[in-house]
């Protein structure tokens, strides 16, 4: 029997892979590499799909399961603890693309709600493809990172709002104070539906389901949850892709959420692969090639505008200008919840044929050029702050931030820690507990008041300038520890100190050990890569366990890090610079056992009456009764049931001994 869809989808699944897999050799994102396969396979380049509609389906799920995943991922209490950078930042950006964009195509004659609706699709940023490009470049803690994290969550949540609104920009509703009134009654009962599932329904449901232990019943369920709700609000005249994210955020309150997450990944990923694909066919080729010249402009004219949005949002969160400029350069394109929202408003007449050609070419114009805009931004910002006289942001910085009146205290010999993260705090906290004087420097303008409050001796400030390092008295400081997740960042920042100083001791945090030479080259005293200092912390703990004397792992350490971490990035060892550790590493183990038996052989008897380092070749070191620990063990010593001891021994002698301990 002949399946003309199976024929149509291993057309699709098979080409995308040769596509992506020549996208992931030259490093592109995946995303695009789906839209090229939707350009070849589609009507209008080699033809190869014939049942559009099908796919369409297809790519609808796609669409559903994606709005599905955000909604459960979507962390109410988490993203409450940066609600001013996403509030803030996102609207900021959103409304001010729209309000340009909008403004941009009334002087081409449009109407004002194809003039908004055009600017809902210009404000809307890819999230896949920036987040995954600030991952591989390990940028997503960083003070950009975090910015752009913010605004895409806010475009994530603003997207459902637009498509509700999306009807109402065709000017041919009756009576819009009605319509608008039926939609928020409509969208209160769906917030009701959902606060009452999320605190009484699908928790008990999910609990009952993950009782029975059976994956494949809990992965029905949750999928039927999404669909279910869907479906109601499809049935109250809203969007599928709406009723979606809400049963996500049903089940992100519960604590099922993160297994539900990862067993629906997969179905994402396939079918969201066929929206792209489809999104990919409907661009026309002949017309990309035709109206290239208007394309290019209005790409140009898409890149100005959200970016210089998007930079003024972080400069309102009141980042350094090079930070927002970062920000608003990664925000560019037009992603991929901007095609979602293109079929609705192609559904109600706002996208004429013509127009969704350009957009489609627009899009996807963009986000192939975002790669190479993310790999150049840090350059682009850099000139272009450099152009700026050196004082006058730090100035107006210190101006906005300083909620008291009294500058920092002068110091001498003392800490300047540069990032005010997790590594940041803990070397303050290591510094008061050490009475070592120190001050803060951090970009982030909530963090700099909070800890101000606290009476911590922080300034706002982007480290890069000489003139915040002036204000710490970095001439005078002993150690300077950079604890930054920008590796731009962090070279520039080293210069900058050492152009003023090169008797400070200059300690740098890196993410990876390639990042070393620089750093080193430009003046670093210590660098230290994370991803190689968590190997030798956990190897420590390993040759701890195995008894090894403490001064031979203070060695081993000790020879690792002085030739830079070769021996781990080589996986060999060096020779004769360590010494063979295997050859010293006693056969023994240490363990803490509870005594359950009521065995009067072995409790209520001093242990030189149960024998038992002769019965069961063990030595007993301590006993831990109730909240006791007895260390003095000798012969007149009494095991009691409930004890938990702590024995030496041969691995087998010890796992003997555990039974013997055990409930008879």
Request: net charge negative; proline share 4%.
């Amino acid at each position: 029997m002949e399946m003309p869809l199976l024929n149509d989808v291993v057309i699709i699944l098979g080409l995308a892979v040769v596509v992506i897999l020549l996208f992931q050799r030259f490093k592109l994102p995946t995303i695009l590499g789906f839209l090229i396969t939707g350009v070849i396979a589609g009507p209008h380049g080699l033809s190869l799909v014939h049942d559009m509609h099908n796919i369409e389906m297809l790519a609808e799920i796609g669409v559903i399961m994606l709005l599905f995943i955000i909604g459960m991922e979507f962390s109410l209490k988490r993203l409450a603890l940066i609600k001013r950078t996403i509030l803030l930042g996102g609207a900021t950006q959103v409304f001010g693309s729209i309000f340009l964009a909008a403004a941009i195509m009334q002087l081409f004659n449009y109407s004002l709600g194809q003039s908004v609706f055009i600017g809902f699709l210009i404000a809307l940023s890819s999230t896949a493809i920036v987040l995954k490009l600030l991952q591989d470049k390990g940028e997503i803690n960083s003070p950009h990172g975090k910015v752009v994290l913010a605004i895409l969550i806010f475009q994530d949540i603003i997207v459902v709002p637009m498509m509700l609104l999306t009807p109402l920009l065709t000017g041919e509703v009756e009576n819009i104070g009605l319509k608008l009134l039926l939609m928020l009654l409509k969208g209160l009962l769906v917030i009701v539906v959902v606060l009452l599932s999320a605190r009484y329904l699908v928790p008990k449901l999910l609990y009952s389901v993950a009782q029975t232990k059976s994956k494949e019943l809990f992965i029905l369920s949750i999928v039927a949850i999404c669909f279910m709700v869907a479906w109601f609000t499809s049935v109250l005249g809203l969007s599928l892709a709406l009723g979606a994210f809400m049963a996500g955020l049903i089940i992100s309150e519960s604590e099922y959420s993160h297994q539900a997450t990862s067993n629906v990944l997969p179905f994402r990923e396939i079918f969201t692969s066929f929206f792209f694909v489809s999104i990919g066919m409907l661009l026309d080729i002949s017309f990309l090639v035709a109206h290239f010249p208007v394309i290019l402009l209005l790409t140009i004219a898409t890149f100005v505008v959200n970016t210089l949005v998007a930079t003024l949002a972080a400069r309102m969160l009141q980042y350094p200008l090079r930070t927002a400029i970062i920000v608003g350069i990664a925000l560019f394109q037009v992603g991929e919840f901007a095609f979602i929202l293109s079929k609705t408003g192609i559904s109600y007449g706002l996208l004429t044929p013509i127009t969704y050609q350009y957009f489609l070419s627009v899009s996807l114009l963009s986000m192939a050029l975002t790669p190479f805009a993310l790999q150049y931004s840090q350059q682009i910002a850099n000139f272009i702050s450099q152009k700026l006289p050196e004082d006058f942001e730090p100035k107006q910085a210190l101006k906005a931030h300083s909620h008291e009146p009294e500058e920092l205290p002068e110091m001498e010999d003392h800490i300047v820690i540069i990032g005010y993260g997790i590594n940041g705090r803990n070397v303050a906290k290591a510094a008061r507990y050490a009475h070592i004087p120190y001050t803060i420097v951090e970009m982030n303008a909530v963090t700099v008041k909070n800890e101000r409050q606290k009476g911590e001796p922080i300034l706002f400030g982007d480290a890069v300038h000489g003139t915040i390092l002036s204000h710490v008295n970095i001439h005078k400081a002993r150690v300077a520890v950079i604890a930054i997740s920008d590796p731009d960042s962090t070279r520039r920042i080293i210069a900058a100190i050492r152009g003023i100083s090169d008797k400070v001791h200059i300690i740098v945090r890196t993410r990876f050990v390639e990042e070393m030479q620089d750093n080193y080259r430009l003046g670093a005293n210590e660098v230290i890569p994370e991803e190689f200092e968590t190997s030798i912390e956990i190897f420590t703990r390993v040759l701890n366990k195995y008894l090894l004397p403490q001064d031979d792992i203070e060695n081993f350490t000790r020879q690792i890090r002085s030739d830079n971490y070769e021996m781990l990035r080589s996986m060999q060892l060096p020779g004769s610079k360590i010494h063979n550790l295997s050859e010293d590493l006693p056969d023994i183990e240490v363990a803490s056992l509870r005594i359950y038996t009521a065995d009067d052989t072995i409790i209520d008897k001093t242990l030189e009456l149960a024998n038992l380092r002769v019965r069961f070749n063990i030595t007993i070191v301590a006993i831990k009764r109730d909240t006791e620990t007895i260390l003095d063990i000798n012969g007149k010593t009494k095991l009691q049931q409930g004890d938990v001891v702590y024995v030496v021994g041969l691995p087998d002698d010890v796992y003997s001994f555990e039974n013997a301990l055990k409930e008879e």
